[in-house]
């Protein structure tokens, strides 16, 4: 069974900076491209960032581009969202994600439905 295991979500002032991280086994790290979504009261869930199998390919939703960073320590089967310059509107659930179908040299997929397996949330508030 396939397990992501999401930590460092908290409480946080506006401006302030959080980092998330989304752990798995070998096996699945080593063949997905990953992602996080975060999904806020009311609204769709939306994709945040997402990298693939090959860390050169990122993609970044508009409103955290140059605030937010996300990236792979491949040592450590771990995936990273660094979040700087925290905003209210970033106050989510965030979810990590894997495609365990990516191919080793495409850019990560931003549809929801490419993602196979999905971790519990971590739940991120941002105070004004």
């Known amino acids: 069974q396939v397990q992501l295991v999401e930590s460092g979500g908290g409480l946080v002032q506006a401006g302030g900076s959080l980092r998330l991280s989304c752990t798995t086994s070998?096996?699945?790290?080593?063949?997905?491209?990953m992602a996080w979504f975060r999904q806020a009261p009311g609204k769709d869930r939306e994709l945040v960032a997402a990298i693939g199998r090959s860390t050169i390919n990122t993609y970044y939703t508009d409103s955290v581009k140059g605030r937010f960073t996300i990236s792979r320590d491949n040592s450590k089967n771990t995936m990273y969202l660094q979040m700087s310059s925290l905003k209210p509107e970033d106050t989510a659930v965030y979810y990590c994600?894997?495609?365990?179908?990516?191919?080793?040299?495409?850019?990560?997929?931003?549809?929801?439905?490419?993602?196979?397996?999905w971790g519990q949330g971590t739940q991120v508030t941002v105070s004004s």
């Open positions: 070998r096996r699945t790290y080593g063949r997905a491209a």
């Open positions: 994600a894997a495609d365990v179908n990516a191919i080793l040299s495409s850019p990560p997929r931003t549809q929801d439905y490419a993602y196979d397996y």
